[in-house]
C-alpha cells in the first residue's frame, strides 16, 4: 500500500513521519481488534489517525489526540476550527514567500492563534526538508527550504482534515498524561521522538525540551502501566539495544522506513525500526 491519494492526510511534514510504515501499522490496528477511544499523545503529522480516518476507521469513534509541542497543537487547533481562515493566510504566505519572507516569518510570532496556526504551516511547508526544530528559547530555528514551488496552502486537504478533526479532543499535554484518559480497552499509539541509532543520526529537538533516555525510559513505565489497565497499546521506536531492553516484556516486531535526517548523507536510506505492542 504506497501513500494515500485520497484525502484526509497530514498537513504536516513532521520529523519520523509515518506515512512509510502505514501498512505496518494497520495491520496491528487490525490485530488489536475491537477498540474504545483513539490515543496518539505523540501525535506529530497524524498519518496513522488521518489513514484511519480515510479508511473510516474513526467513524463513530472518539479520538484525544496531544503533543507536548505548543505551536504544532495551536495548528492542529487552528484546522480544526477555522479552516478557512487558515486557507487565506496562507494564500496571503503564498503570494509574498521568498527567502527573506520566510525569514521575517520565522523570525515574528504573531498575537493571534490562528495567524500562530498559520505561520506554522507555511514555515513547515516552506522551510529545509520540512525539519520542525526548536532551539532552547522555544524558537523555530530551521533554515529556509529551496523549493521551486512548495504547496503552501492545499485548500482540499485542509477542508478534508477540518472533517476528520471536527469531533477530535486536541489537546497540549506531556504524554504521561495519556494514563488519566485512556480505559480499558482503548487503543494507544506512541510516536516519540526516536531513541538515536548513533550521535549523528539524533533528532529530539522537535521540542525546546528535548527527549533523551530518561524520557525513553518514563515512557516505557507508562506503556507498562496502560497495560496493566488493560488498554491496547502499540509503540514505534527505533531498533536499538536500549529500546529492546525497555520493551523486553512486550511483542517487538522489526519493521524498516527510509529516514533522510542524518547529518552524512551516506548514512540515510532504510533503517531498522521496532514496533512494540501488548497485544500481537
Known amino acids: 500500500m504506497g501513500r494515500p491519494t485520497v484525502t484526509p492526510r497530514p498537513f504536516l511534514k513532521w520529523v519520523g513521519g509515518k506515512g512509510q510504515l502505514l501498512p505496518d501499522l494497520l495491520k496491528a490496528v487490525e490485530a488489536a481488534g475491537a477498540f474504545g477511544k483513539y490515543h496518539e499523545p505523540f501525535v506529530g503529522g497524524g498519518a496513522l489517525f488521518f489513514e484511519l480516518s480515510r479508511l473510516g476507521r474513526m467513524r463513530g469513534r472518539k479520538a484525544c489526540l496531544s503533543d507536548n509541542n505548543a505551536g504544532l497543537i495551536e495548528a492542529y487547533k487552528g484546522v480544526q476550527e477555522n479552516a478557512e481562515a487558515i486557507i487565506a493566510l496562507l494564500h496571503g504566505h503564498k503570494e509574498k514567500h521568498c527567502e527573506a519572507y520566510f525569514y521575517a516569518m520565522r523570525a515574528e510570532v504573531p498575537s493571534d492563534a490562528i495567524a500562530r496556526a498559520a505561520r506554522v504551516i507555511y514555515l ?157
Open 124 to 280: 513547515n511547508k516552506t522551510c529545509f526538508n520540512g525539519l520542525y526544530r526548536e532551539n532552547s528559547k522555544g524558537l523555530f530555528n530551521t533554515p529556509f527550504g529551496r523549493y521551486k514551488n512548495p504547496l503552501i496552502c492545499d485548500e482540499e486537504n485542509l477542508r478534508a482534515v477540518a472533517a476528520a478533526l471536527k469531533d477530535a479532543r486536541i489537546e497540549q499535554r506531556p504524554f504521561e498524561t495519556v494514563i488519566e484518559r485512556a480505559a480499558k480497552g482503548d487503543f494507544v499509539y506512541f510516536d516519540p521522538p526516536y531513541h538515536p541509532v548513533s550521535k549523528t543520526a539524533s533528532f529530539t529537538s522537535y521540542d525546546k525540551g528535548g527527549f533523551g533516555e530518561d524520557q525513553q525510559r518514563r515512557l516505557a513505565e507508562v506503556f507498562a502501566e496502560l497495560d496493566r489497565r488493560g488498554v491496547k497499546a502499540l509503540l514505534s521506536n527505533s531498533k536499538t539495544p536500549f529500546i529492546e531492553e525497555l520493551y523486553r516484556a512486550f511483542t517487538l516486531r522489526e519493521v524498516f522506513a527510509t529516514r533522510a535526517i542524518n547529518s552524512k548523507a551516506d548514512r540515510r536510506g532504510a533503517v531498522s525500526e521496532v514496533l512494540v505492542s501488548n497485544f500481537m
